[in-house]
């Protein structure tokens, strides 16, 4: 395949060296000082592009993947206010976009056994819950977008929960404590919390490894497909 990477920071790189493992041509690399365009041929030539840049750039890289009709996958977290003019663009004018705030197949997993877990939960009320996520200190957005996917996992499984707050919570809210230090790559805590005990699920990032290779796995799934596509499509869970 053809893959055009829009962002060639710790993600794109990662992304890069497994797209070539797998046999992929990098056709274009667009960033901010780079000599490549959305409006260069070769950019134009890409099967898909693959998009990690920064909340505020993402949704004009979009758009200018669009423009070219070529399909986007995307890991930029912190822009889905924007989420339902990507949406249009798919419905309307029959474009392709697959978004997961979080590509690991690991943390794919963590998401349905955290659904899983706030569903028991309705059966035991003596349980709060609570999250904490840690990321390295370039990490522009808080909390992470696999920190909010996880909050809305709860709350449309868990009924005493409505909503997470990243201040003291109130009864219906979850608690998000976001930290940020060293190089860490993601780390993900859930914990229900009772006067007895406590249970913790937990997810660990080693290395960015996992996010490229979903993401690229996520390219390879774009083929030959219209209109919004997420990792429950690509993983049949
Ligand atoms: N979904 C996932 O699995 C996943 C995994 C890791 C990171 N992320 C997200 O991906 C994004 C990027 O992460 P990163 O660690 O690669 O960040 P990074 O800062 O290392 O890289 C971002 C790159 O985008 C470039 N950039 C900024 N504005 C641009 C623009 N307008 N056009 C083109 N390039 C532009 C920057 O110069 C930089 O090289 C973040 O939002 C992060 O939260 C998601
Ligand atoms: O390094 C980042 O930034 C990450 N962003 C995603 C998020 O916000 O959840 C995924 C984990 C790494």
Redesign the pocket.
Known sequence: MKIALVGYGKMGKEIEKIALDRGHEIVSKIDVTSSDSFDDDSFKSADVAIEFTRPEAAFNNYQNCFKNNVPVVS?T?GWLDQLPAIEKACKEDGQTFFYA??FSLGVNIFFEINKQLAKIMNKVKEYDVSMEEV??TQ?L?EP????ITLAEGIINNLERKNNWTLDTAKEDEINIKAIREGQV??IHTIKYDSPVDEIVIHHS?KSRQG?ALGAVLAAEFTQGKKGMLNMKDLLNF
Do not use: I
Request: net charge neutral.
């Open positions: 890991g977290t705030s979080n990321h390295h990490k957005d992470s977008g696999t920190a790559p993601g990032a996010f």
